[in-house]
């Protein structure tokens, strides 16, 4: 899947097979933001594990070892109503090779057959994460068109246990904005829009057979 940059790089749907990974996701995940200096969504080794398990998780894997190489998951608010691609992360020797970009898409894909009605969200303050997100079609928006779930917001922390370093501006602005751009994809704005990539049959049949949550 998703083969077309012959890079030896395979982006995928990840399965319960991958729960291996889960340790070095979740590694890479705290080693880069103590680099950048920003807060993350604390996530626990069973939590993406459920994630994989569910088929709401995209990885990369390099090569025929299958080095570690990128990961996102997916999260739904509001009864599905919203959906945001959560914990993008590629391990920075395979960076500027447009895997988020593969990554992203695929995500995007997943979600899109998934929960067509669904609006697709995300908040970041990362250059590379709006220009991908830009081109899938999402729009800068106000965060009051974003979710309204507290469990959402308190990824970015809660005054006792703020995550983001940045969590005081949000607090003080009342959940109007921050530092992080929020970014929207409204799926009625994009009716008869192709989609980024294609699923192979067998993931297709198994979110067919998934509740919708
Ligand atoms: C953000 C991150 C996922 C990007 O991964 P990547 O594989 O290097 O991204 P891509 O190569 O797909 O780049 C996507 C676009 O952004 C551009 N880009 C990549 N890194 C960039 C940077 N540091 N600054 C500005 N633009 C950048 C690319 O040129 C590309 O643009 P193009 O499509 O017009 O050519 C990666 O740097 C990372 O894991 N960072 C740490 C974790 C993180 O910040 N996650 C995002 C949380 S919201």
Not at 51 to 64: F, N, S, Y
Not at 105 to 128: E, H, I
Not at 198 to 205: G, K, Y
Request: aromatic share 8%.
């Amino acid at each position: 899947m998703n083969n077309e940059y012959n890079d030896g790089i395979e982006v995928m749907v990840a399965d319960a097979s991958h729960e291996k990974y889960v340790d070095i996701i979740l590694q890479t995940i705290a080693d880069s933001a103590a680099k950048r200096g920003s807060g993350i969504v604390n996530r626990t080794h069973e939590y993406l594990a459920q994630k994989m398990r569910d088929c709401k998780a995209v990885i990369a894997l390099a090569g025929p070892e299958k080095e570690f190489a990128g990961f996102c998951y997916i999260e739904s608010w509001e009864h599905t109503h919203y959906v945001a691609n959560s914990g993008l992360i590629v391990v920075e020797k395979f960076r500027k090779h447009h895997l988020a970009t593969r990554i992203k898409q695929l995500a995007f894909t997943l979600s899109r057959l998934r929960w067509p009605k669904a609006k697709l969200f995300g908040l970041t303050s990362q250059t590379a994460v709006m220009r991908i997100n830009h081109a899938l079609g999402y729009r800068p928006v106000a965060f009051s068109e974003l979710t309204n779930d507290d469990a959402f917001w308190c990824g970015c922390g809660t005054p006792g246990h703020p995550c983001c370093v940045n969590f005081d501006v949000l607090e003080r602005s009342g959940r109007k904005y921050c530092v992080c751009t929020g970014m929207l994809y409204d799926p009625a704005e994009h009716e008869n829009d192709p989609l980024p990539v294609q699923l192979p049959d067998e993931v297709i049949e198994k979110i067919k057979k998934l509740s919708d949550c």
